[in-house]
């Protein structure tokens, strides 16, 4: 059973950062990809950022010199990097993990809120 397991959410100021990481419990392929997606309330989820084995990223807009993905194949692991955070970044962010077979998996989601 592969599980995602999120971490480094929480409350930050407009302006400041947060890290955020997603640990995959069980052997990882070695073709993936790897993402986070957040969704705010009332609204739907939406692909913020993703990072291939191969070492390819994708960036929505409003993450572009923003955010930073990175994928570390070694520790299973995939972090977002996030800079000068406004109110607008307020969301449950999640992790996904996609394998060579095509499954898909979620972690359970973390809270980043922004405000003063």
């Known amino acids: 059973q592969v599980q995602l397991v999120e971490s480094g959410g929480g409350l930050v100021q407009p302006g400041g950062s947060l890290r955020l990481s997603c640990e995959v419990s069980?052997?990882?392929?070695?073709?993936?990809?790897m993402g986070w997606h957040r969704q705010a309330p009332g609204k739907e989820r939406e692909l913020v950022a993703s990072?291939?084995?191969?070492?390819?990223?994708y960036y929505a807009d409003f993450a572009k010199g923003r955010f930073t993905i990175s994928g570390d194949t070694a520790k299973q692991t995939v972090s977002l990097q996030m800079n000068s955070l406004n109110p607008e970044d307020t969301a449950v962010y999640y992790c996904q993990y996609t394998n060579s077979r095509g499954f898909t998996y979620w972690g359970q989601g973390t809270q980043v809120t922004v405000s003063s």
């Open positions: 990072v291939t084995s191969s070492g390819t990223t």
């Open positions: 069980a052997r990882m392929l070695s073709i993936y990809v």
